[in-house]
């Protein structure tokens, strides 16, 4: 078994050989939750606990039916009305999660670094659901799954991802995932939503959908991050639409075969025209839903049975 991680905190650290691991184990889970049993056994025994500092409904149900077909004990805290929201720490809570003998702890987070603070201080495994701009890493595995699924491989694809790149986790993960993988990488998105250096990632840079999209595979939209935006980065939701959202005319200068994604939740007619979206020929955004469950299993599955191991050395 090629997966030698304690926790998932990141795509970044992860070996190209421990991608297509978990990739092969979320295949083997994408056909089980297509049968008429869906269970099984990986997490017998043990506890997963899901702390979601922010809204998520994906993410979350999509956590919580991985660890129940596994066979997990899964509680959900309801951080709106926890502990931190009456002063208490952020270690003060991984000292009291301790106490209860938890062996998965699922964690989103609105700041960066929070999930790998957390991963420091507990005693079992961590996955980062996650943290501010830094990463989702389950999110950038299940689109590279989408993806190896409908192109049959992941390297020598070229994939634009396409919007708010500046305040994405999801881009960062696909990046640094797609890149490991070998494929051809393209941003496109306004000066004002691209980063600073983003040239310097090993990716092209494009302010052009026209430009950015032309022979793509893969088209990857984003959804604005309003949330986390602090300034005026786009001059009007109805001007940004009518440069950098999807539709039949920009989709045109991609590959005759190429597919359409959206982590969700999607803003219909600001990053994507809703016939777009739903187009069953083009639109592969159903079925990332669909194999963010399996992803979820197979990589609580692989950091089970580090844990078990380790916990028996």
């Known amino acids: 078994m090629a997966f030698r991680q304690r926790h998932l905190l990141g795509i970044e650290q992860l070996a190209p050989d421990e991608i297509t691991t978990l990739l092969d184990l979320s295949q083997h889970y994408a056909e089980l939750n297509r049968g008429p049993d869906k269970h099984g056994d990986a997490l017998a025994g043990m506890t997963q606990v899901n702390m979601f500092f922010e809204n998520s409904t994906r993410t979350l149900a999509s956590f919580e039916i991985a660890g129940l077909r596994l066979g997990a004990d899964v509680m959900n805290m309801p951080m709106q009305a926890s502990s931190i929201k009456k002063g208490e720490t952020l270690i003060d809570t991984a000292l009291t999660l301790n106490a ?13 670094g929070a999930v ?16 501010g701009r830094h990463e989702h890493p389950t999110q950038g595995l299940l689109d590279a799954l989408t993806i190896r699924r409908k192109k049959g491989r992941l390297h020598r694809l070229t994939v634009a991802i396409c919007g708010d790149i500046a305040h994405s986790r999801v881009a960062r993960s696909n990046i640094w ?14 000066p004002t939503l691209i980063p600073s250096g983003a040239a310097d990632w090993g990716v092209e ?14 088209v990857m939209m984003l959804r604005l991050q309003k949330e986390r935006m602090d300034g005026g980065f786009i001059p009007s939701e109805r001007e940004y639409y009518h440069r950098y959202g999807l539709d039949a005319e920009k989709l045109s200068h991609a590959a005759p075969d190429a597919i359409v994604m959206h982590p969700g939740p999607m803003n219909r007619g600001v990053e994507i025209d809703g016939t777009i979206a ?22 609580m599955d692989l950091l089970a049975q580090n844990l078990r191991a380790a916990r028996a050395a």
Do not use: F, T, W
């Open 100 to 112: 209860m003998h938890p062996d998965l702890l699922v964690v989103r987070h609105p700041h960066s």
């Open 205 to 218: 840079v494009y302010h052009d959908m026209a430009e950015g999209l032309r022979g793509a595979d893969v």
């Open 278 to 299: 739903d187009d069953i020929n083009r639109s592969v955004i159903q079925e990332q839903v669909e194999m963010g469950v399996a992803v979820r299993m197979a990589a």
């Open 177 to 190: 995932l797609l890149g490991k993988m070998e494929s051809r990488l393209r941003l496109v998105g306004p």
């Open 116 to 131: 790998n603070l957390l991963a420091e201080k507990v005693n079992c495994a961590v996955l980062n659901a996650g943290d």
